[in-house]
T-cell receptor, first 109, second 114 residues
Framework: GQNIDQPTEMTATEGAIVQINCTYQTSGFNGLFWYQQHAGEAPTFLSYNVLDGLEEKGRFSSFLSRSKGYSYLLLKELQMKDSASYLCAVRDGDYKLSFGAGTTVTVRA | ETGVTQTPRHLVMGMTNKKSLKCEQHLGHNAMYWYKQSAKKPLELMFVYNFKEQTENNSVPSRFSPECPNSSHLFLHLHTLQPEDSALYLC?????????????FGPGTRLTVT
């Protein structure tokens, strides 16, 4: 089975940086993913890490350390539209994704 | 707009009712998924279909019955549900099982069982 932990809520100010941590304990590992989900909407794919290190995509970056079972999603230059839930997910085996409960990020003016 | 649509968006049903959720994807994908999302809980994978064949049933109670008539359509038939089945039901698709990280989700059906 999978155990994926991430904080429940985070609050930050517009223009600031926020880091969402995710730790996982899995029987197998084949990639870690981050999804964004706005209230009442579908989750949308943000990033994918399978090797250790940092993946940067615009204002968003994702980091992975497989030896530590740890990842983070970094959101820079926060905008109001970044207020959403951020889901950490681990792929175990060929295709099954196991999700964390999500971190609700609130951006304040 | 992700290319995956779900109907209805909201559904209220009694425990003795029978209803169906519909999912359609316009992306030419071959794999489709049903997930359950309860408040403050992780997304739970329920069923996986690949090329219309069911490849995963994640210990889901028989009161949930999936149907995949073709690669573009996926249904979830509901009968004699319980109040704890109230949740957001999400459909997703991907090109195939190997590229499952690129899953495209529909907006979900908010189900309330009374």
């Amino acid at each position: 089975g999978q155990n994926i932990d991430q904080p429940t809520e985070m609050t930050a100010t517009e223009g600031a940086i926020v880091q969402i941590n995710c730790t996982y304990q899995t029987s197998g590992f084949n990639g870690l993913f981050w999804y964004q989900q706005h209230a009442g909407e579908a989750p949308t794919f943000l990033s994918y890490n399978v090797l250790d290190g940092l993946e940067e995509k615009g204002r968003f970056s994702s980091f992975l350390s497989r030896s530590k079972g740890y990842s983070y999603l970094l959101l820079k230059e926060l905008q109001m539209k970044d207020s959403a839930s951020y889901l950490c997910a681990v792929r175990d085996g060929d295709y099954k994704l196991s999700f964390g409960a999500g971190t609700t990020v609130t951006v304040r003016a | 707009e992700t290319g995956v649509t779900q109907t209805p968006r909201h559904l209220v049903m009694g425990m003795t009712n029978k209803k169906s959720l519909k999912c359609e994807q316009h992306l030419g994908h071959n794999a489709m998924y049903w997930y359950k999302q309860s408040a403050k809980k992780p997304l739970e994978l329920m069923f996986v279909y690949n090329f219309k064949e069911q490849t995963e049933n994640n210990s889901v109670p028989s009161r949930f019955s999936p149907e995949c008539p073709n690669s573009s359509h996926l249904f979830l038939h509901l009968h004699t549900l319980q109040p704890e089945d109230s949740a957001l039901y999400l459909c997703a698709s991907s090109q195939d099982l190997e590229s499952a990280y690129e899953q495209y989700f529909g907006p979900g059906t908010r189900l309330t069982v009374t």
